[in-house]
C-alpha cells in the first residue's frame, strides 16, 4: 500500500545519514618542541539502540566520509547478529608509527577529554573500541582518562571502552576475536558441502591454501586458526 511505501521509504531515507558526527582539532606539542594540529573524528549513525559502539583508529587515510561511512556498517552489522547496541566510529589522522609512545599518549588522552566533554563517551553512552592503529594500550589510556575526568564518580566508567587489558577489565579472547571470526565465518561456507560442490572442492580447510591481505592484528589470528585447522 502507499502508506507501507511511504514508511518504508521513510525508514531507508532515515538511515542514510548519521545522527551525529564530531569533528575536531586541537594542538600538540611534540617532543622536539614542534606544535601540530591533530584531527579527529567521532560519528555516531544511529540512537535506536544505546550505547552506540564501534571502534577509534589512527590512520593518516583517515577523513570525516570514511568515519561515517563505518559508523553505518557497524550499525547494520550489530542489527543483523541482534546485538543492542547503535554504530559509530572514531579516527584521529595520524600515522602512529610517525609519534612517540609519548605523544600518542597525549593525543588519546586529549582526544578522550573532548569526546567525554561533547557527550561522545560514556558508559551506556559511546563505547569506542581498538581498531587500525590502535590496541589495548590505547584504550587503557582512554578508561583512565574517562575514570579521572568526567567519569570520576561513576563505578562503571571503564566500561566507557572495550577491548582493555585483562589487569583493567578486559577479557580473555579479545584480541583474536577479530581473526576468530574471520575463520568461523569462512568455515561456514567450507564445510558446506553444496558449496563445495558448486567450485569442484570437498569440504573441509584441511589441506586447502588460503590467501590473507594484511597480517596484523586481524591476519595474524586468522593465519593462527586456519593453520590449526590444517589449511
Known amino acids: 500500500t502507499d502508506i507501507k511505501e511511504r514508511l518504508i521509504s521513510g525508514v531507508l531515507s532515515d538511515l542514510k545519514p548519521c545522527n551525529s558526527l564530531l569533528s575536531l ?4 606539542r611534540r617532543d622536539n618542541g614542534e606544535i601540530v594540529t591533530i584531527h579527529g573524528y567521532r560519528a555516531q549513525h544511529s540512537h535506536h539502540r544505546t550505547p552506540c559502539k564501534g571502534g577509534m583508529r589512527f590512520s593518516d587515510e583517515v577523513e570525516e566520509d570514511e568515519v561515517k561511512a563505518l559508523a553505518k556498517l557497524m550499525t547494520y ?3 543483523v547478529c541482534d546485538v543492542p547496541f547503535g ?8 600515522s602512529p608509527k610517525d609519534f612517540s609512545d609519548i605523544e600518542l599518549e597525549k593525543i588519546t588522552r586529549r582526544f578522550t577529554v573532548e569526546l567525554a566533554k561533547k557527550g561522545f563517551l560514556g558508559p551506556g553512552i559511546d563505547v569506542p573500541a581498538p581498531d587500525m592503529g590502535t590496541g589495548e594500550r590505547e584504550m587503557s589510556w582512554m578508561a583512565d582518562t574517562y575514570k579521572n575526568t568526567i567519569g570520576t564518580t561513576d563505578l562503571n566508567s571503564h566500561a566507557c ?3 582493555k587489558p585483562i589487569v583493567m577489565g578486559g577479557i580473555h579472547g579479545r584480541t583474536s576475536a577479530t581473526g576468530r571470526g574471520v575463520y568461523h565465518s569462512a568455515n561456514i561456507f567450507v564445510e558446506d558441502p553444496e558449496y ?5 572442492l570437498v569440504p573441509g580447510l ?3 591454501t ?3 591481505q594484511g597480517f596484523g592484528n586481524v591476519g595474524l589470528h586468522t593465519a593462527r ?3 590449526r585447522a590444517g589449511a
Open 161 to 163: 571502552v572495550t577491548g
Open 210 to 212: 588460503c590467501i590473507l
Open 25 to 28: 582539532s586541537f594542538p600538540l
Open 206 to 208: 584441511s589441506g586447502k
Open 87 to 94: 554504530g559509530a566510529k572514531a579516527g584521529i589522522k595520524i
Open 77 to 79: 552489522k550489530c542489527a
Open 225 to 227: 586458526y586456519f593453520h
Open 196 to 200: 563445495m560442490e558448486m567450485v569442484g
